[in-house]
């Protein structure tokens, strides 16, 4: 969801491709199981993160198999596909057989972003996909390591004034949330900021702690554990919708900085075409497993909110999402060859 009263700024973007495959599967326990459909499911189901492993999509796919398994019966597994924005992974999940054994986790940034985007994002959301439920909401956070100068996002600022051009950021890469979120601050502090975009969260992160970047914009869950271990700092958010050790952080809009109230989201995909019964079927798996106490406490540890929507609900999320963010970057005209 975005509150931008403007929009945002042009900016140089580059493409990063890469392919990654983490399998993690998951164990029966003690979970009562959704009755199942006559034929399905009758084998193992893959939920495909299109980013590296170590990010906040990466992580809510795997807390969703875990409890998954348990709840309809078969193994399932979690493939990183990353590349491109996550537009590869997305585009493979796209041209996957509609059989309800391919999920796709996905974002605001790739569902809502990449196809106003990228000149060919590989993939068209409505056409390519049946929605199945919002697994979460949060605040885009701003993070810096222990011991950099920066207590706040002021303090950033300030330097980012006094060294025009010289002071980074990085982010999940090219046009996701992260990205547009700070080009749109840059623009509207009249900042000439040097942003360093990575094939996701994780080795982003990798490079703040080891000192190439001055700062990373992710998503909470991305760098809980890092923040909780006091190795990082989160000097601002964009929205005071924080939990866990991100409570009580300081919002851009506290700091002075207007305008700039921004939600991410995480939701489950399946191919267009998959038989209705089994989108059904999944739909209703997917939000009990969203449902569970254990899964919500460490939803909430990592500073997002458990939304479990209803598919109806989240088919007009999606659909306001695309249109929204559609019109920022047409408006900015911003383009990804």
Known sequence: MIDFKRQTHHVGFGIFSAALLAC???????AQELK????????TITIVSPFPPGGGNDKISR????ELAPIVGQPVVVENRGGAGGNLGTSSVARAKPDGYTILTSQTSIIGVNPALYANAGFKPKEDFEPLSQLTSAPVVFVVRADSPYQTMKDYIADARAKPGTLTFATPGNG????LTTSRMATQEKLQLTHIPYKGAGPAVTDLMGGQVAMVVTSPSSVEGLVASGKLRVIASTNSDLLGVFKGVATLEDQGIKDMRVTDWYGVF??????TDRVRYLEAAVRKAMASAEMKLKVNQSGSQVVASARSDFIQTVDKEIADWGAVVKAAGLKVD
């Open 24 to 30: 993690a599967i998951v164990t029966k326990s003690h």
């Open 270 to 275: 399946v191919p267009k075409g998959t038989p």
């Open 36 to 43: 199942p459909l006559a034929d399905f499911p009758k084998q």
């Open 176 to 179: 996701t949330l992260s990205h």
């Open 63 to 66: 807390l969703l198999a875990a």
